[in-house]
């Protein structure tokens, strides 16, 4: 009897393999078509990722700026800025103080002002610079400075990170022109030709001329005696931005250079200022990537120079640090 059983129940589960293999396995290919093995799905998953992440990187293509006049009488200046001060905020207002390289401290200097028909107020939909620089992905950090436009421009592996106004060397104490690069800091220094200025996040460019960057007043013209003037926020965030020199343990010698910097062009002194031109072409100040080049490739071979030998001598300094805490 239980062999009887058994028998049955062997046939019975041979049946079931018999007609219903066929079925899962033809089920298990239809679902491999269409859900792909875990590898490629991964693939496919990463790569998706991965485009996603790059298009993250990708800066929106600037906006269309359309640039209006106001224009300060100069019997009617005071009654002119009353009505600027009512009609705009005092975000707005500052927006349009830079991009007319005034500060607030400064504005009553206005006589004709260019004003964006959109407000943006980290400027970069007003940037004169271009967004990209393939020739500087290779370069960590640069900041250049445009003479012609009184404006800095700031890259990291070729990418615009912040642009703004600057005021350079008057024409009588002008700006050294080409390649320099950051030396030391200082929050606050005072000035070498006046006791009395105080320069707030100073970085040194030029130690012997005694040549930095660093804020102070920007009254819409070249104006200083060969410094960099910038706003407060620009000179606080390029103070913590910029990289400065290594000396010898004692420091008597250069060992490594800090950011490197290049200024750069000519001012049109005596005649009409580069921004004023924005009312009538929006893309009057805009700087191409061929101009941009022409500064870089000159230099670029002592830019990395510097950079690798900077990497290399920060890289043995942590080593050491690392073996010797009490260092």
């Not at 269409?34 to 485009?51: C, I, T």
């Not at 005021?167 to 070498?192: D, H, V």
């Not at 620009?234 to 010698?253: I, M, N, P, R």
Request: net charge positive; with cysteine.
């Amino acid at each position: 009897m239980l062999n009887t059983i058994i028998s049955i129940t062997v046939r019975k589960i041979n049946y079931f393999f018999y007609f219903l293999l066929p079925i899962i396995s033809f089920s298990l290919l239809i679902q491999c078509k269409k859900n792909p093995d875990l590898n490629a799905v991964s693939q496919k998953d990463d790569l998706g990722q991965s485009q996603k992440d790059s298009l993250k990187n990708v800066e929106p293509e600037k906006p269309a700026i359309k640039y209006s006049s106001f224009i300060f009488p100069k019997n009617k200046k005071d009654s002119a800025m009353t009505v600027f001060n009512e009609k705009y905020s005092g975000e707005e207002q500052d927006i349009i103080l830079a991009l007319n390289r005034l500060d607030s401290k400064n504005k009553w200097r206005a006589d004709t002002l260019m004003i964006p028909d959109q407000m943006d107020s980290t400027l970069m939909a007003y940037s004169p610079f271009p967004s990209t620089l393939e020739s500087l992905k290779e370069v960590k950090k640069i900041i250049f400075f445009s003479y012609p436009i009184q404006a800095f421009g700031m890259y990291e592996n070729g990418r615009l990170v912040k642009w703004g106004p600057t005021s350079l060397g008057k024409k009588s104490a002008q700006t050294k022109r080409g390649l320099m690069f950051a030396n030391w800091k200082k929050e606050l220094a005072i000035s070498t030709v006046d006791s009395d200025w105080k320069l707030p996040y100073n970085v040194n460019i030029h130690n012997k001329l005694g040549i930095g960057w660093h804020q102070y007043d920007l009254p819409g013209f070249p104006a200083s005696h060969s410094c960099l003037r910038l706003l407060e926020a620009d000179a606080k965030f390029l103070y913590s931005w910029a990289e400065q020199w290594t000396l010898t343990k004692g420091g008597g010698s250069v060992v490594t250079n800090g950011t490197p910097v290049i200024v750069f062009g000519d001012y049109n002194w005596g005649g009409k200022k580069a921004w004023r031109n924005l009312a009538d072409n929006s893309k009057a100040n805009d700087i191409s990537v061929e101009e941009m080049n022409e500064l870089i490739q000159p230099n670029l071979d002592k830019i990395l120079e510097e950079q690798k030998k900077a990497e290399a001598v920060k890289a043995e300094r942590q080593s050491i640090s690392a073996d010797d805490p009490q260092n």
